[in-house]
């Protein structure tokens, strides 16, 4: 069975930093795009960031380019994202999600297979 348990979420004030990490079983997903999405109450769920197989090719939205940073580790089936300067508008739960196969760096949530709980990320004002 696949899993995907995010960790490392948090409540943090506003400029400071947290660093999420999903940690994937049941199958490795050294060949796949891995990516980080987030839902705030009431809001959609939005793209955040996606990472190719092998690291080489990132992807961000716009409103956390600059100051979120993702990155995989696939001798450990792992994908992080480190979140720098953090915002307010940046609450949200964050879960990360995989594809089944190398769709390539999309941004829509569709291309993605597999899918965590998500980590809670607060920060306050």
């Known amino acids: 069975q696949v899993q995907l348990v995010e960790s490392g979420g948090g409540l943090v004030q506003a400029g400071g930093s947290l660093r999420l990490s999903c940690a994937a079983s049941g199958r490795t997903f050294s060949r796949n795009v891995m990516g980080w999405f987030r839902q705030a109450p009431g809001k959609e769920r939005e793209f955040v960031a996606a990472?190719?197989?092998?690291?080489?090719?990132?992807v961000y939205a716009d409103s956390v380019k600059g100051r979120f940073t993702i990155s995989r580790d696939n001798a450990k089936n792992t994908v992080y994202l480190q979140m720098n300067s953090l915002k307010p508008e940046d609450t949200a739960v964050y879960c990360c999600?995989?594809?089944?196969?190398?769709?390539?760096?999309?941004?829509?949530?569709?291309?993605?297979?597999?899918w965590g709980q998500g980590t809670q990320v607060t920060v306050s004002s």
């Open positions: 990472i190719s197989w092998s690291g080489g090719t990132t």
């Open positions: 999600a995989a594809q089944s196969v190398d769709y390539g760096l999309f941004r829509v949530a569709g291309y993605y297979d597999f």
